[in-house]
């Protein structure tokens, strides 16, 4: 035979033996009892045992990968399989196992529980729950009082009349939110003092019902007090003062209810009332003050820089107004009428009689004209109004519609300047003084004709626009008989004083002037000048220049 037939049937018998074997202890498994089932850890253990204790039995589980990978693998010499190494790693495994569930045990524990050693708001909380600590912050204001006095509220208010308490729940999630149970190792030898921001809640609709009874009891006592109360003004006193039932102010329910929640916010013991929380409502007091100051601002008025009245307490008094709501109010109306009227009387001085002293000493009396002052009433009035809303004392320059050199009661009766022409009608002599009082012109006139009942009108003027000079026609009124002017007359110098009626001319016509020529041969009004002294009181004057035509 040869070698290598000899080599296949070595082969052959010892497959055939193998699997023979094989056979016989499959065949023995199918006869033996199923295993119980058992724990996968234990299991490994006793696997391990068995393999060591019986060689035979070993041998046969690995014998069966071998059959199945068939006569490819090469099996040796007939040499027995290798025995399985032992598992080393399962004790490690185990031991790491333990560490990690005593780990997440402390996370566990950690996260319902306080680290040992931490104290909150200097409560010991240690190992204690969540809780523990919100019962321990709520039950620090148990015994909190607040007593509220003032604005006759006599209240005290304690912790469980308004569920008054500290937020308890949310400063245990505060305090455990400053700790990382993922930590605890590491934390849970250390000391811990933890801050947690308590704040106080309570019930405000308890607060404002507390309050009630004294809002009501205030509003019933001020109602009473306001139907027993008037305001009067006090002539002696130059003031308004309050008669009867006193204060009439009542307590505000939500400024009080402000003021003591601001208390018990910050757990104040005591807190007091004060005029912040009453209402204005039905207030003389105020009413008081707004009626006197307008009083206290009295304005002052002027005229070209002379004082001519400081308003009296007892005239603004007499235009002011209280309304049903105690509000204060300017009659700007009766203001007004007394502008127009009694100030008027006192500042207006066109067309009044007047008293001077003529720089030659002579004392004259004259009445009527068109020059001097005439107010402006209706805007003096608003004015004045407004000077005594601002609440401040002022001067007023009192507004007009014409207006003189100087106030008439300040400098004498006399509103004009040095600077004017006197006309004096019982002398029939016509006199210019300048800006100092100096004579700078005279002459002898001639004025309307009195018998005819041609008078000059007297009065204080200014010269006007109508001025001119060089052939100036003059006619008279129309003749109804004739239809014709009833003279007409040319001169050089027209310089009138009222419209352009009258006027101080030349009358070339006339020889003579002065004495009683007047009477029975005067002019229709005008003041007749001879022609040389017309043109030098031409070069002399000028519009607006003071023309006083007197007796």
């Known amino acids: 035979m040869s070698l290598e037939n000899m080599n296949r049937q070595d082969t052959n018998e010892h497959m055939a033996a193998r699997h023979g074997h ?25 696997t ?82 969540r809780s523990y600590l919100a019962e321990s912050i709520n039950s620090q204001t148990s015994s909190y009082t607040l007593a509220v006095t003032g604005d006759g509220v006599e209240l005290t208010l304690a912790a469980s009349d308004v569920d008054l308490g500290y937020n308890g729940d949310a400063c245990a999630d505060e305090a455990f939110s400053q700790t990382n149970p993922w930590q605890w190792p590491l ?35 001020a109602e009473e007090a306001a139907n027993a109360s008037t305001i009067t003004y006090d002539s002696a006193k130059a003031s308004f003062v309050l008669n009867g039932g006193g204060d009439t102010r009542c307590l505000d329910a939500d400024k009080a209810a402000e003021k003591v929640c601001a208390a018990l916010d910050s757990l104040d013991a005591s807190l007091t009332l004060g005029d912040e929380c009453m209402s204005s409502g039905e207030d003389f007091s105020q009413a008081l003050a707004s009626a006197n100051a307008y009083l206290a ?21 007499s235009w002011l107004k209280f309304g049903v709501d105690l509000a204060v109010e300017l009659d700007e109306s009766a203001i007004t009428t007394w502008c127009q009227g009694d100030l008027s009387k006192q ?28 107010i402006n009433g209706a805007e003096t009035a608003t004015q004045i109004a407004d000077a005594l809303r601002s609440g401040q004392k002022t001067s007023i320059e009192i507004p007009v519609k014409s207006a003189g050199a100087s106030y008439a009661a300040a400098a004498g009766g006399k509103d004009w300047g040095n600077r004017y022409i006197d006309v004096d009608l019982t002398e029939q002599h016509a006199r210019m003084y300048d800006a100092s009082g100096n004579l700078i012109w005279e002459t002898d006139i001639v004025t309307g004709d009195t018998t005819q009942g041609h008078d000059t009108p007297t009065g204080v003027y200014a010269m006007d626009s109508y001025r001119a000079s060089g052939d100036v026609e003059l006619r008279g009124a129309i003749d109804a008989a004739t239809g014709e002017p009833e003279y007409i007359s040319h001169v050089d110098y ?29 002019s229709h009004g005008c003041v007749n000048l001879p022609v040389d002294k017309a043109a030098e009181l031409w070069n002399l004057t000028a519009i607006g220049d003071v023309v006083v035509v007197h007796n």
């Open 48 to 129: 391990e045992v068995y393999a060591a204790a019986d060689e035979p039995h070993a041998a046969v589980a690995p014998a069966i990968p071998e059959v199945l990978r068939g006569p490819q693998e090469n099996l040796g010499d007939g040499e027995p399989a290798p025995k399985k190494k032992k598992r080393a790693w399962i004790v490690p495994a185990a031991v790491l196992g333990v560490v990690a569930a005593a780990y997440l045990g402390g996370v566990y524990a950690f996260s319902t529980h306080y680290l040992p050693n931490t104290t909150v708001d200097g409560v010991d909380v240690s190992l204690k729950t």
């Open 22 to 46: 094989l056979s016989e202890r499959l065949a023995s498994f199918d006869e033996e009892p199923q295993p119980q089932a058992q724990d996968p850890i234990e299991a490994i253990g006793q």
């Open 297 to 317: 601002a009295a304005p002052t008025l002027t005229l070209a820089g002379s004082t001519v009245t400081e308003i009296g307490a007892d005239q603004i008094a």
């Open 494 to 522: 027209w310089m009138p004083f009222i419209g352009n009626s009258y006027a101080l001319h030349d009358a070339d016509w006339r020889s003579k002037f002065g004495g009683t020529i007047y009477q029975g041969n005067g």
């Open 347 to 374: 500042c207006d001085t066109v067309g009044t009689t007047r008293t001077y002293t003529r720089p030659d000493g002579k004392t004259v009396e004259v009445s009527g004209g068109t020059y001097g002052w005439n």
């Open 187 to 221: 934390e849970i030898a250390k000391s811990r003092k933890i801050e947690v921001q308590k704040t106080v809640s309570y019930d405000k609709e308890k607060v404002a019902a507390a309050l009630a009874p004294f809002v009501d009891q205030s509003r019933q006592k």
